[in-house]
T-cell receptor, first 113, second 113 residues
Framework: SQTIHQWPATLVQPVGSPLSLECTVE??????LYWYRQAAGRGLQLLFY??????ISSEVPQNLSASRPQDRQFILSSKKLLLSDSGFYLC????????????FGSGTQLSVL | GQNIDQPTEMTATEGAIVQINCTYQ??????LFWYQQHAGEAPTFLSY????GLEEKGRFSSFLSRSKGYSYLLLKELQMKDSASYLCAVRDNTNQAGTALIFGKGTTLSVSS
């Protein structure tokens, strides 16, 4: 069966510090991968998606970047965090064929102070 | 672009029935999803509609009318554990993100005894 792992679960970082969140998927090949952010009182916002290694598309301009160095690994990064980067970050995957639903990781609660 | 609207908050009592409405506007509708999200946790999949009509799954049912851009999630025999946010999401096949889901802001349901 397929599983998705995301870490860390919580993170407190000072403004201006770097960020690296990692997500890995097991039990499937060539998944579509996504990063979403959920700010307080707001809905899930799609940040990045990837359909293959090295293929990253960004939905909104921002202070963040994403990379996919391996088929089932998706990394969210920032060189210098802003206060507005605080939020609940969720990694998700779906089958390459599209499938019917997204499967979410357990999320990372990021607080930038 | 996409626009998804759902009520911000709803309250109900144990044992009751509640209906959470969702209206959407998309360029190329390709499915509507409902997710449940408890505070601090990842969303979990509840239901999927791509054709008009009612999909029933235990205590939960979801309805779709594509011509009206409307869906609802019906929860029967409410339990305290049903207190959560309910997220309406659509897949738009004209979206550059392809298989990604676009989410509404969610409806926070509070169930009281």
């Amino acid at each position: 069966s397929q599983t998705i792992h995301q870490w860390p679960a919580t993170l407190v970082q000072p403004v201006g510090s770097p960020l690296s969140l990692e997500c890995t998927v097991e039990g499937t090949s060539n998944p579509n991968l996504y990063w979403y952010r959920q700010a307080a009182g707001r809905g899930l916002q799609l940040l990045f998606y990837s359909v293959g290694i090295g293929q990253i598309s960004s939905e909104v301009p921002q202070n963040l970047s994403a990379s996919r160095p391996q088929d089932r690994q998706f990394i969210l990064s920032s060189k210098k965090l802003l206060l507005s980067d605080s939020g609940f970050y969720l990694c998700a995957w779906s089958p390459a064929s599209g499938g019917e639903k997204l499967f979410f990781g357990s999320g990372t609660q990021l607080s930038v102070l | 672009g996409q626009n998804i609207d759902q009520p911000t908050e709803m309250t109900a009592t144990e044992g009751a029935i509640v209906q959470i409405n969702c209206t959407y506007q998309t360029s190329g509708f390709n499915g509507l999803f409902w997710y449940q999200q408890h505070a601090g946790e990842a969303p979990t999949f509840l239901s999927y509609n791509v054709l008009d009509g009612l999909e029933e799954k235990g205590r939960f049912s979801s309805f779709l009318s594509r011509s009206k851009g409307y869906s609802y999630l019906l929860l029967k025999e409410l339990q305290m554990k049903d207190s959560a946010s309910y997220l309406c999401a659509v897949r738009d096949n004209t979206n550059q993100a392809g298989t990604a889901l676009i989410f509404g802001k969610g409806t926070t349901l509070s169930v009281s005894s």
